[in-house]
């Protein structure tokens, strides 16, 4: 292997090898590439993908945490206690998540600390940011919404559904919430007082997911039935009928600039609605198998972000899906769900396992494979181009200087190295992880 093709693997993982050759010739990587890429590190499916204003993506996963990704690198935000099925950003690059601990979190990236808002009585499952970015609204299979401000002072309880609250979203003045049901209807409230409205649509079927142009002329929904619908505001008429008979739709975007509207459905398709026409633009398959849960423009409305179930989030430019490829990564069993990982394979899925493979089949990553590394002296794997700090060290791989290698950082430990700084300070997540690669890692 040449190093010219370790390096294009390594830069694979976070973006297309078109952009890398580009970054290569001396092209500045733009934040906003209208290139294919994919975000890999999530030890789960991606269920929410959020941009905040300056680009960064935002993801909420199966697999209890938020990765937070600024030109491509991730970092993990931790305390959730189960799956993150929604995340926004909020005033003050912070951000806000919600998930199956029924909990809704505060995040201050910077410093990678959050706090618990408050709590839904079931799963937290769509969030939304008021437009001064100082609340959020929930939606909860408790059969309410919530708004929360961000001060801490609790919530604002929206209850009338009669079944599961699938979706929220604020007028664009932040006076009205619209809420979308699993019992089939999307309600108006006063975002303000919290007393009902009206009733503006009432769908056969539960509707999943809920969108407000920015003028507040028109809402779409898309439902379980595959029904997705355009309904003129405020009289609540319906002005088109996009149903693929696909179903059910899980997921909707839209990107004012470019004016379309994305639609994701559980037989892993997304179409694209051009709003100026009342067209359907583009239908393309996005996964292989499987669904698309989460989805999410660019800021300038280039790439369409989609999470399924694959452990990634793909990005395809919007001008040339029909030639995109479908989405791929690690599709991982929903009989081994994240909870039902040890704490060491988590650790090892989340924060290693998008550079190293533990086997012998050769699979392409940043770094060497685990194989064996128990008792292997250290910068020796037959082929794999190392540093020179690795090459000829006369480390020894062993539980002790796998632990000091995380407890102090690559940097430190092994200075030079091509190991990307990390550190996992947790003594007991270190014991964990090397239990875990020592099983894992055993030759045969
Ligand atoms: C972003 C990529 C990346 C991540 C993430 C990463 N590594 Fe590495 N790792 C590398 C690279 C590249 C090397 C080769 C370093 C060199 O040649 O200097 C390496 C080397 C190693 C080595 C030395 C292997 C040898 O043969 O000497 C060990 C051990 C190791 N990594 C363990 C881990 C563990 C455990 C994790 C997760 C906690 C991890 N790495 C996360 C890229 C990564």
Same mark, same amino acid.
């Given at each position: ?27 500045p ?44 690198a ?36 910077a ?15 769509? =969030?939304?940011? #008021? %437009? &001064?970015?100082?609340?959020? !609204?929930?939606?909860?299979? *408790?059969?309410?919404? $919530?708004?929360? @401000? /961000? ?13 599961t ?24 409230w ?19 997911? =809920?969108?407000? #142009? %920015? &003028?507040?002329?028109?809402? !779409?929904?898309?439902?379980? *039935?595959?029904?997705? $619908?355009?309904? @003129? /505001? ?37 179409m ?23 989805? #999410?423009?660019?800021?300038?409305g ?12 793909? @990005? ?13 990564g ?5 009989l ?28 392409r ?14 910068g ?20 002790e ?13 092994i200075?030079?190295?091509k190991?990307?700084m990390?550190?996992?300070?947790g ?18």
């Open positions: 292997m040449t190093s010219g093709d370790r390096l294009r693997g390594q830069a694979a993982q976070f973006f297309s090898v078109a952009v890398f050759v580009a970054a290569c010739v001396g092209v990587l733009p934040a906003a590439a209208q290139e294919a890429f994919t975000l890999e590190g999530h030890g789960g499916p991606v269920k929410g993908i959020s941009v905040a204003p300056d680009g960064v993506i935002l993801t909420a996963s199966f697999d209890n945490s938020v990765g937070f990704w600024r030109d491509g991730p970092r993990w935000l931790e305390g959730h206690e189960a799956a993150v099925n929604a995340v926004v950003p909020v005033a003050g690059g912070r951000i806000v998540s919600g998930g199956d601990d029924f909990a809704v979190r505060l995040w201050d990236p410093t990678g600390t959050s706090e618990e808002l408050g709590r839904h009585s079931a799963k937290v499952i769509r =969030l939304a940011t #008021a %437009p &001064d970015g100082q609340r959020v !609204a929930s939606a909860s299979w *408790d059969r309410t919404a $919530r708004i929360w @401000s /961000l001060d801490g002072a609790g919530a604002l309880e929206f209850t009338g559904h009669e079944n609250v699938s979706d929220v979203a604020f007028s664009p003045d932040g006076k009205r919430l619209y809420t979308a049901s699993a019992d089939g209807t999307i309600r108006l006063n975002a303000e007082t919290g007393t009902f409205l009206r009733r503006l649509v009432q769908h056969g079927f539960g509707i999943n997911a =809920l969108l407000i #142009a %920015p &003028d507040e002329s028109w809402l !779409a929904y898309g439902a379980v *039935d595959g029904g997705t $619908r355009v309904v @003129s /505001l405020p009289d609540g008429a319906e002005t088109g009928d996009f149903t693929a008979g696909r179903r059910p739709i899980l997921a909707m975007a839209y990107q004012e600039e470019i004016g379309r509207i994305a639609v994701g459905d559980a037989q892993g398709y997304i694209m609605i051009d709003t100026a026409t009342w067209r359907i633009a583009e239908d393309f398959r996005a996964t292989a198998s499987g669904p698309v849960w989460a989805l #999410a423009f660019s800021p300038d280039g790439n369409i972000h989609a999470g399924g179930i694959a452990d990634a989030m793909h @990005s395809w430019p919007v001008n040339g899906l029909e030639n995109a490829e479908k989405m791929t690690t599709e991982r069993s929903f081994k769900a994240p909870e039902e990982m040890s704490n060491g394979e988590r650790q090892f899925q989340r924060k290693c396992s998008i550079c190293h493979t533990l086997g012998t089949d050769g699979k990553r940043a770094g060497p494979t685990l194989y064996g590394l128990f008792g292997r002296p250290a020796t794997v037959d082929g794999y181009l190392y540093s020179d700090t690795l090459n000829g060290s006369d480390l020894v791989w062993d539980a200087t796998v632990d000091r290698l995380f407890d102090l950082g690559p940097d430190h430990y200075p030079g190295s190991m990307p990390q550190r996992i300070t003594a007991s997540d270190r014991a964990d992880l090397i239990a875990f690669l020592q099983e894992a890692t055993a030759p045969d």
